[in-house]
């Protein structure tokens, strides 16, 4: 192991419970967002958290699965990217069941395409605000912009705009309903300046 | 007294969603602008009695479309529908009189007893 590799597996220590903390109240938000949108009980489960070197992060997504993979810039106390990957068919189940409720004869690509990206925003939403609140600090994020996708594809294409990063944040969850179960996946990529460290400090 | 309401959301999705949720249970005069910019021009001409304001929006902000719409209405009476639940925002907001939050995805219910309960006041 490298000594970075010593100094995350050391952070990891320090900060899992925090951050464990803060994914588990954001997970609760979202279920309880998902639930009042699709008007059913959602149940949103937090899986894990690690901080991964940014190389695993290709393995850490199913590779062979079209995704809809969202990207939002953050601003405030965390500085960064924040990445969200659903795999395609079970979102295009959540938008049949949303779309039959409000519009049931509707083709309309942009309404589609506005669904989509409503419910990126409301699931990074519902994290971003509980690490905010977690902080007592603000954090913006820009109107997450859809991009189906391998997630291959998607994080080449993110990663190679952003300056050398070492290490993200991987955050796992699952939401599932009576229907379904479905995987999903919240990277953080800090950024130069960001109160969520790229290898160092605690989260506090 | 036919309610005048302008619902302000980037989401046409949302938009849509709002728009239903009222004309379903009352009849109300409803126009949609797409972010915060828009919001004023419309407001300017509509002179709405609530609006339902997003924050996270492009070219303008709810936040930033609020102070503007102050500036020269006072009395508006804006509900803000975000996603964006952050009490270090919400909290200046919160103090201001004819201000309310809505969390993002919303309650029909919810927002119907809101709207009733400011048409209540303005007739």
Excluded: W
Aim: charged share 20%; proline share 5%.
């Amino acid at each position: 192991m490298t000594s970075s590799g010593e100094e995350v597996m050391q952070l990891l220590a320090i900060k899992d419970p925090t951050l464990s903390t803060i994914c588990k109240r954001a997970a609760s938000n979202v279920a309880k967002r998902l639930s009042a949108l699709l008007n059913r009980n959602v149940k949103y489960t937090f899986t894990g958290i690690s901080i991964i070197p940014l190389e695993n992060l290709y393995n850490a997504v199913d590779g062979g699965d079209v995704y809809v993979n969202f990207v939002s810039t953050l601003e405030g106390a965390i500085k960064g990217l924040v990445l969200l990957l659903i795999p395609y068919g079970s979102m295009t189940e959540i938008m049949k069941h949303l779309l039959e409720g409000l519009c049931p004869n509707s083709n309309d690509r942009e309404i589609k395409l506005s669904l989509v990206q409503e419910l990126g925003n409301i699931i990074i939403g519902g994290f971003i605000s509980e690490i905010a609140n977690y902080m007592n600090s603000t954090i913006f994020y820009s109107i997450p912009s859809p991009i189906i996708d391998l997630p291959r594809a998607f994080l080449d294409a993110v990663i190679s705009l952003l300056a050398p990063l070492d290490f993200v944040i991987m955050i796992n969850a699952t939401i599932e309903d009576y229907t379904s179960s479905l995987q999903v996946h919240i990277v953080l990529l800090p950024g130069d300046g960001s109160a969520i460290p790229q290898t160092g400090e605690s989260l506090q | 007294m036919k309610p005048k309401i302008l619902i302000v959301d980037d989401s046409q999705f949302t938009r849509l969603l709002i728009r239903k949720c009222i004309e379903k249970n009352m009849n109300a005069e409803i126009k949609e602008a797409n972010d915060g910019h828009e919001a004023l021009k419309v407001f300017k001409d509509f002179e709405p009695h609530i609006v339902f304001m997003d924050i996270n929006m492009p070219k303008m902000d709810g936040i930033t479309a609020l102070k503007k719409i102050r500036s020269f209405n006072k009395d508006a009476i804006i509900v803000m529908v975000t996603a964006l639940e952050q009490q270090s925002i919400t909290r200046d907001l919160k103090s201001l009189p004819n201000v309310a939050f809505i969390a993002k995805p919303f309650d029909c219910n919810a927002l119907l007893n809101m709207l009733t309960s400011y048409i209540k006041r303005l007739v």
